[in-house]
C-alpha cells in the first residue's frame, strides 16, 4: 500500500515559478512510473510529465516541455515538480501518481497505481 501526499501548489503570477512535491510512504518499487497529471475544471486529466524510476528517463507534455523538470529524491522518498515561466492555462490541480502502464511504450497510460489527494495550482495573468 502507498500512501501520496503533494504539497506546493499556490496561487502565483504568470511568469514565476513553483515548486511541487509528493510524499512517498509504502513499498514503492513495483511501481515503477511516478508522474504528475493535472485536471481544469471541464477538462480531462492530462499527462504532465512522467518519471521511469528505475532508470531515471523522463517525458514531458508538449505544452510543459523547456518550463517544468520533473525529478525524485529516493533518499527523502519525494518526487517533485519544478515548475518555472507559469502560464494561467497551467491551472489545475495536480496529482501525483506511482503507477504500473498499459504499455512500456505508453508511459503515459495508468494501468493500475496509486494517486495523491492533489494540490491546487492557480497562475493568474
Known amino acids: 500500500q502507498l500512501q501520496l501526499v503533494e504539497s506546493g501548489g499556490g496561487s502565483v503570477q504568470s511568469g514565476d515559478s513553483l515548486r511541487l512535491s509528493c510524499a512517498v510512504s509504502?513499498?514503492?518499487?513495483?511501481?515503477?512510473?511516478m508522474g504528475w497529471f493535472r485536471q481544469a475544471p471541464g477538462k480531462e486529466r492530462e499527462g504532465v510529465a512522467v518519471i521511469y524510476t528505475r532508470g531515471g528517463s523522463t517525458y514531458y507534455a508538449d505544452s510543459v516541455k523547456g518550463r517544468f523538470t520533473i525529478s525524485q529524491d529516493n533518499t527523502k522518498n519525494t518526487l517533485y515538480l519544478q515548475m518555472n515561466s507559469l502560464k494561467p492555462e497551467d491551472t489545475a490541480m495536480y496529482h501525483c501518481?506511482?503507477?504500473?502502464?498499459?504499455?512500456?511504450?505508453?508511459?503515459?497510460?495508468?494501468?493500475?497505481?496509486?494517486w495523491g489527494q492533489g494540490t491546487q495550482v492557480t497562475v493568474s495573468s
Open positions: 501518481a506511482a503507477y504500473v502502464p498499459e504499455s512500456d511504450y505508453d508511459p503515459w497510460s495508468f494501468r493500475f497505481g496509486y
Open positions: 509504502g513499498y514503492t518499487y513495483s511501481m515503477y512510473y
